[in-house]
């Protein structure tokens, strides 16, 4: 399994970065490929100041070994190896029109001291961050989420878009971080689910991504936009900010286990401001932002 | 003490807005005063766009009631009340020639079901940032800073230097948040040194406060600078916005204790960059800045 969902993630980021190339049209990806000296590596794609795109990364990794202390203690191990792979991406166009988009497929062994498979699971997720709020654009995002998860269980694109509204939450700010999409961990083998229906239903949800953000951003990069409306998205990009370091478990644990930190800060945004205090007028497009980021709402 | 300290605090506040005013020329302060349900409240005074400060805050608080769980936990204590209250300020300078400059001093009492207080100390610091290293700045900051430590305890500044440069680090980039300046807490009353004279210790750093760095934004407001400086500052203070939301303490504390978001996160700069691995050219002054960061240096 390990092998073919590697192979699947590297054949992804091939595919996701031609596509995201040829929508943008002036940057391309930069690659580099790192080692990880405690045993595995990574092949990081990040693209900068493009027509679209001002700043973006889609990274693969896949790292072994000795589970770090920090993680044993979280997953009340002892003595534990592991092997993780994923893909993660993060997207933050230049025109406030465009949302952000952030993306993560990711699968997880666990092994013993003998070297036997103790444990296993796929984990991921996408969700949009507008800056203005097209709700056909969030109906449309949504939409994609949610076909392909009813191809695989009637119930996963509700209990996993509830999940995304809970976890991409600025608790300190009581506001989700975007409008959600869909947020999946721990999924393990049962009954009715075997790790190879797993792996159908998480191929399922990474092959829909171009489909789900692409026409988006095609949508929108055009739209013409104010000062004051940039000035708005890099003050929302703040927030952004703000989950990715206080709240975000892999940003954090990335950090606090030698991680490799350029891959894993490249999900910050190019340009932020921080305004004391901002708030947006009363009846704007801006404040029915806020308001729809504070009551989650049911999009399909 | 508790009073004693807040009306010190305040006029301290009085005079160190009333100083940075005038320095600036331009811009005034805007004051909040808030209220925390619980109990206590705060006067936040924030500059922005001035002519030199583009962004600051100069903020005094005094809390008290029911100690938060989180904190219990964390001093171990059951059932205790609290009053806390101090000065926190943060400057960020628009032109990347003048540092940052933060300060902090508070008092913190603890009291049992009671009322009798079964704890009590003084904590605090002031530290400096630099985006291009002045040596001359460094210099007097923290001669200042040595000055004010050495008429209460000849150890006490090499003590409190030291502690400053371990804790304004930033761990995942193995470089300091800046080039330090004095921390100090759990200051509490010994054989030698009363509560009275620890008193008089944190006050005599408050007031050196305006001496250690108004000189220096003074002497380096109007150099020019070109965008390319304009740039490391707004990368630079990228970092600032890493160590305050993944390291500092009291950053966080207020996040998950429903503190005034608004006047915590005054501290954030107003204008940020994150660029995908940026490496300063080698021999260049801002290289110079990363070797200092990288290896603390004894300025005194």
Redesign the interface.
């Known amino acids: 399994m390990k092998n073919k969902f590697y192979k699947y993630i590297q054949n992804l980021q091939d595919t996701i970065t031609a596509k995201l190339e040829a929508v943008d049209g002036k940057a391309i990806f930069?690659e580099?490929v790192w080692k990880r000296p405690e045993g595995g590596g990574g092949r990081t794609r990040?693209i900068?100041n493009g027509a679209v795109f001002e700043?973006g990364?889609v990274n693969i990794s896949g790292v072994h070994g000795k589970l770090p202390d920090s993680m044993q203690k979280y997953f009340g191990v002892e003595d534990a190896d592991f092997f993780a792979c994923g893909l993660s991406l993060v997207l933050h166009p230049k025109n406030p029109m465009v949302p952000t988009v952030h993306a993560n497929w990711r699968y997880f062994e666990m092994y013993d001291k003998d070297g036997t498979t103790v444990d296993q699971w796929f984990g991921g997720g996408q969700d949009l961050t507008p800056y203005y709020l097209f709700e056909d654009d969030a109906i449309h995002f949504h939409t994609v989420c949610k076909t392909a998860c009813d191809k695989h269980n009637p119930e996963f694109y509700e209990t996993y878009k509830k999940r995304c509204d809970d976890y991409f939450h600025n608790a300190?700010?009581n506001e989700g971080r975007g409008i959600g999409g869909l947020f999946f961990d721990y999924c393990k083998a049962t009954e009715t689910m075997s790790m190879e229906k797993w792996y159908n239903f998480v191929t399922e949800v990474g092959n829909s991504f171009i489909k789900s953000y692409v026409p988006i951003a095609e949508k929108r990069k055009d739209l013409p936009f104010s000062k004051e409306q940039r000035d708005w998205q890099?003050i929302r990009r703040?927030r952004y900010?703000?989950f990715n370091?206080?709240h975000d478990k892999g940003t954090?644990f990335g950090?606090?286990t030698n991680g490799r930190?350029?891959s894993i800060?490249?999900s910050?945004?190019?340009?932020?401001?921080?305004?004391?205090?901002h708030q947006p007028e009363a009846g704007s497009e801006e404040e029915k932002l806020i308001q729809v980021l504070q009551n989650p709402k049911n999009w399909v």
Chains 1, 2 share one sequence.
């Open positions: 930069k580099d990040v900068e700043k990364g300190h700010r890099e703040g900010v703000e370091l206080v954090l950090l606090k930190i350029e800060l490249m910050l945004p190019p340009h932020v401001q921080w305004v004391y205090d």
